[in-house]
């Protein structure tokens, strides 16, 4: 099996969509939270094929973009240091910060900014140059935080000295909490994400279950595996039912991936965390202990998070609590677009923005 | 810091690039070794070229690649094709090219050697001579080891007129082979990221292509050529559609991607329909030559993974729809920036 083909075909694809069409049986508003989920759904053409009747809103789950203002202050800050060296993933390149210049314009006025594919890279780049202190930003859910974790337990093995790691990787069940606790926010399921899943397992979202009376189904990323995830969001729904299931089975296990779970408890802690729209959510973010201080670029540097408005219009912050669609910010698709975005949801490739801007 | 590995008399140096001995030798000496042809050997100011009945068609682009060598290709190869593609994909004759090189202090002799090889291999495969050329060298630091710029001049046949303008509703998109070959290889080089499979570029001459479809089609037929390179197959069906006005519609499933493309793609979360091509153009042909048109291009080495992927139609303008594999539809945009890769 390829996976690749066979979650891709239409020949699984149509029977399922006839199953989800029979399955939805009254008005169903289902939160997606995973940027790749609204990027797969966008990309595979299947809200053109949804049923009426099924709505789905896009959730906080695209890291990117829930990265604070001043949290990207704070890194242009660091950028712009003599001897510091940023490493980071691709999508925060062209993120703005509160002045509207991103780590793009620092890096084509001479800041050392370096795309890596695995925070593997950045402890080369440490080691490359001896001279400079490599800062890797942290950005990410559970997905991407053992890897952070492993790398910098592999820099205190290795005694590389020049290596921080500016943390604002945060987790995913707590502004879940947030949003379900507004009474204006009113959804049946969740679509909960597949690749967070793997780490934190399945369980993690029993106690959206227990609290809310919230359907949740983890779900995995080609067209085969969100349809089959949304039939048993429907069924759950119309037979009056809340449950955690799994239709990720391939991937996901009910406890999670319990090392990675343990490497991330021994170089990170829980603390609060600002995200973007949503304002500060109590532990929800992930800081890295006082016994790795060493590697805590806000420590070693002495990074002061400054507050920073949203910028004016921008309606990033209503649409990632999905209370709002993208069409529906004045700005969409006129002074703000891929090329010039004003808010994260429109930069990121995981972008809710982007995404309708791109798939339409 | 000097590198351990470089000999520091194998290297270019700022003589090089002074317009004395120096440079005189390089051109004599590695120059002229592989690149050598009478209009080119007589090294005058500027190359003559006889009467030739037509039209004239005249293209410059600049390569500035990293790595400078992948599979499948170098700088070299890709200044040669590049520029020869983009006189084609006007219906043109490529006659002859110019070659200019900003060389950095200290890029080792044997690199460069291997790229001139390399471009001398490619002109003569083609039958498009470099005539004319120009070499300098700056600081070290101040390029990065090649740059080129190849400008090239092609004759256009009278009655032959291709362009975006002249696609009309109804016409039919042909892509000659598989895409975002050349992207995805220098992509996974730049990262340093080692993939089982043989990814390559697909750099490539298109002008026997081209000249094979205006001897074989019915005179009028062919609209409209486009070699997809940076910005992918979906930039250049943006411009095609609001160039001509019309809606274009492709098929996902019909787009030939390779295997362990496809699969690089997914690794870096990138999408095949936004990177480059290096030997593959659009062909937009009008209807009922559409059959013929597919086989002449299949019967070349270049286009022999050819693949009609969708057509022309009136609707909005400028608008590119991708029916996809499930059945459902997206609208694809043009590429605004670099390609980068996601984080989850």
Same mark, same amino acid.
């Given at each position: 099996m390829k996976y690749l083909d066979e979650f891709r075909d239409q020949d699984l694809a149509k029977p399922l969509l006839k199953e989800l069409r029979h399955s939805v049986t009254r008005p169903l508003r289902v939160m997606e939270v995973c940027g790749t989920h609204t990027m797969a759904i966008f990309r595979n053409g299947l809200r053109s094929l949804l049923p009426d009747g099924l709505e789905l809103i896009s959730g906080p789950g695209c890291p990117v973009c829930v990265t604070s203002a001043s949290h990207i202050d704070a890194i242009l800050d660091m950028a712009e240091r003599p001897q510091v060296r940023i490493a980071l993933f691709g999508d925060l390149f062209r993120v703005p910060g509160s002045s509207g210049l991103s780590l793009a314009h620092a890096s084509s006025h001479g800041a050392k900014v370096d795309i890596v594919y695995s925070p593997m890279d950045s402890l080369e780049l440490a080691k490359k140059h001896p001279q400079e202190? %490599? /800062?890797? #930003?942290?950005?990410?859910?559970?997905?991407?935080? =053992?890897? *952070?974790?492993?790398? *910098?337990?592999?820099?205190?093995?290795?005694?590389?000295?020049?290596?921080?790691?500016?943390?604002?990787?945060? %987790?995913?069940? =707590?502004?879940? /909490?947030? #949003?379900?606790?507004? =009474?204006? #926010?009113? *959804?049946?399921?969740?679509?909960? =994400?597949?690749?967070?899943?793997? *780490? /934190?397992?399945?369980?993690?979202?029993?106690?959206?279950?227990?609290?809310?009376?919230?359907?949740?189904?983890?779900?995995?990323?080609?067209p085969a595996d969100i349809l089959q995830a949304l039939i048993m969001l429907a069924r759950q729904v119309s037979q009056g039912e809340a449950r955690v299931e799994n239709a990720y089975t391939r991937a996901v296990s009910w406890e999670g991936n319990e090392r990675a779970q343990q490497m991330v408890n021994k170089i990170f802690e829980p603390v609060d965390m600002e995200w973007r729209g949503l304002g500060t959510i109590p532990l929800s973010g992930l800081a890295i202990r006082e016994s790795c201080c060493h590697f805590d670029a806000e420590k070693r540097l002495d990074i002061k998070l400054i507050p920073a408005a949203e910028p004016p219009g921008c309606r990033c912050g209503e649409i990632l609590k999905g209370k709002e669609r993208p069409p529906q910010c004045p700005l969409f698709g006129s002074r703000c677009t891929p090329g010039n975005p004003v808010g994260p949801c429109m930069v990121s490739s995981e972008g809710t923005c982007a995404a309708f801007y791109k798939y339409g | 810091m000097v590198c351990k590995t470089m000999n520091p008399k194998n290297s270019i140096l700022l003589d090089h690039g002074s317009g004395g001995i120096a440079s005189q030798e390089l051109i004599?000496?590695? @120059?002229?070794?592989?690149?050598?042809?009478?209009?080119?050997?007589?090294?005058?100011?500027?190359?003559?070229?006889?009467?030739?009945?037509?039209?004239?068609?005249?293209?410059?682009?600049?390569?500035?690649?990293?790595?400078? @060598? @992948?599979?499948?290709?170098?700088?070299?190869?890709?200044?040669?094709?590049?520029?020869?593609?983009?006189?084609?994909?006007?219906?043109?004759?490529?006659?002859?090219?110019?070659?200019?090189?900003?060389?950095?202090?200290?890029?080792?002799?044997?690199?460069?050697?291997?790229?001139? &090889?390399?471009?001398?291999?490619?002109?003569?495969?083609?039958? &498009?001579?470099?005539?004319?050329?120009?070499?300098? &060298?700056?600081?070290?630091?101040?390029?990065?080891?090649?740059?080129?710029?190849?400008?090239?001049?092609?004759?256009?046949?009278?009655?032959?007129?291709?362009?975006?303008?002249?696609?009309?509703?109804?016409? &039919?998109?042909?892509?000659?082979?598989?895409?975002?070959?050349?992207?995805?290889?220098?992509?996974?080089?730049?990262?340093? !990221?080692?993939?089982?499979?043989?990814?390559?570029?697909?750099?490539?001459?298109?002008?026997?292509?081209?000249?094979?479809?205006?001897?074989?089609?019915?005179?009028?037929?062919?609209?409209?050529?486009?070699?997809?390179?940076?910005?992918?197959?979906?930039?250049?069906?943006?411009? !095609?559609?609001a160039a001509a006005r019309l809606m274009a519609e492709i098929e996902e499933t019909a787009i030939p991607v390779h295997k362990g493309v496809r699969a690089a793609c997914e690794i870096m979360g990138l999408d095949p329909l936004y990177l480059a091509n290096e030997g593959k153009c659009l062909v937009i042909v009008a209807p009922e030559q559409a059959e013929e048109t597919l086989s002449l291009m299949r019967s070349t080495s270049v286009g022999k993974e050819s693949a009609i992927i969708g057509s022309l139609k009136t609707g909005t303008a400028g608008q590119v729809v991708l029916r996809t594999g499930i059945g459902g539809s997206r609208i694809i945009t043009p590429l605004h920036g670099e390609p980068l890769p996601r984080i989850c």
């Amino acid at each position: 099996m390829k996976y690749l083909d066979e979650f891709r075909d239409q020949d699984l694809a149509k029977p399922l969509l006839k199953e989800l069409r029979h399955s939805v049986t009254r008005p169903l508003r289902v939160m997606e939270v995973c940027g790749t989920h609204t990027m797969a759904i966008f990309r595979n053409g299947l809200r053109s094929l949804l049923p009426d009747g099924l709505e789905l809103i896009s959730g906080p789950g695209c890291p990117v973009c829930v990265t604070s203002a001043s949290h990207i202050d704070a890194i242009l800050d660091m950028a712009e240091r003599p001897q510091v060296r940023i490493a980071l993933f691709g999508d925060l390149f062209r993120v703005p910060g509160s002045s509207g210049l991103s780590l793009a314009h620092a890096s084509s006025h001479g800041a050392k900014v370096d795309i890596v594919y695995s925070p593997m890279d950045s402890l080369e780049l440490a080691k490359k140059h001896p001279q400079e202190l %490599v /800062i890797f #930003l942290g950005v990410g859910f559970e997905t991407t935080t =053992p890897g *952070i974790a492993a790398t *910098i337990m592999a820099a205190q093995n290795s005694g590389v000295d020049n290596f921080a790691v500016f943390s604002t990787h945060k %987790v995913m069940p =707590p502004p879940l /909490i947030s #949003l379900l606790n507004d =009474p204006e #926010l009113q *959804i049946d399921g969740l679509l909960c =994400p597949g690749h967070v899943s793997t *780490i /934190i397992g399945a369980r993690a979202y029993q106690p959206l279950v227990e609290k809310y009376n919230l359907a949740c189904v983890v779900a995995g990323f080609e067209p085969a595996d969100i349809l089959q995830a949304l039939i048993m969001l429907a069924r759950q729904v119309s037979q009056g039912e809340a449950r955690v299931e799994n239709a990720y089975t391939r991937a996901v296990s009910w406890e999670g991936n319990e090392r990675a779970q343990q490497m991330v408890n021994k170089i990170f802690e829980p603390v609060d965390m600002e995200w973007r729209g949503l304002g500060t959510i109590p532990l929800s973010g992930l800081a890295i202990r006082e016994s790795c201080c060493h590697f805590d670029a806000e420590k070693r540097l002495d990074i002061k998070l400054i507050p920073a408005a949203e910028p004016p219009g921008c309606r990033c912050g209503e649409i990632l609590k999905g209370k709002e669609r993208p069409p529906q910010c004045p700005l969409f698709g006129s002074r703000c677009t891929p090329g010039n975005p004003v808010g994260p949801c429109m930069v990121s490739s995981e972008g809710t923005c982007a995404a309708f801007y791109k798939y339409g | 810091m000097v590198c351990k590995t470089m000999n520091p008399k194998n290297s270019i140096l700022l003589d090089h690039g002074s317009g004395g001995i120096a440079s005189q030798e390089l051109i004599s000496g590695l @120059f002229l070794k592989h690149l050598d042809n009478a209009v080119l050997a007589s090294l005058e100011d500027s190359a003559v070229l006889d009467n030739h009945p037509g039209k004239l068609a005249f293209s410059t682009d600049s390569y500035v690649v990293d790595p400078i @060598f @992948f599979p499948g290709g170098d700088i070299g190869t890709l200044a040669v094709h590049g520029t020869i593609n983009d006189l084609a994909m006007r219906g043109a004759r490529p006659l002859c090219l110019s070659l200019a090189l900003i060389l950095e202090e200290g890029l080792d002799l044997d690199d460069l050697e291997r790229v001139i &090889v390399s471009i001398g291999t490619a002109c003569k495969e083609s039958g &498009v001579p470099i005539v004319t050329g120009d070499t300098k &060298v700056v600081p070290r630091g101040k390029a990065d080891k090649i740059f080129i710029n190849t400008s090239g001049i092609g004759i256009i046949a009278e009655k032959v007129n291709i362009s975006s303008t002249m696609a009309r509703a109804g016409d &039919v998109i042909i892509l000659s082979g598989s895409m975002a070959d050349h992207g995805i290889t220098i992509m996974t080089r730049r990262a340093g !990221i080692s993939l089982d499979g043989d990814l390559a570029s697909d750099s490539a001459s298109l002008h026997e292509l081209v000249a094979l479809l205006l001897d074989g089609l019915p005179p009028g037929s062919l609209h409209t050529l486009r070699d997809p390179t940076r910005g992918g197959v979906a930039t250049s069906l943006n411009e !095609i559609a609001a160039a001509a006005r019309l809606m274009a519609e492709i098929e996902e499933t019909a787009i030939p991607v390779h295997k362990g493309v496809r699969a690089a793609c997914e690794i870096m979360g990138l999408d095949p329909l936004y990177l480059a091509n290096e030997g593959k153009c659009l062909v937009i042909v009008a209807p009922e030559q559409a059959e013929e048109t597919l086989s002449l291009m299949r019967s070349t080495s270049v286009g022999k993974e050819s693949a009609i992927i969708g057509s022309l139609k009136t609707g909005t303008a400028g608008q590119v729809v991708l029916r996809t594999g499930i059945g459902g539809s997206r609208i694809i945009t043009p590429l605004h920036g670099e390609p980068l890769p996601r984080i989850c």
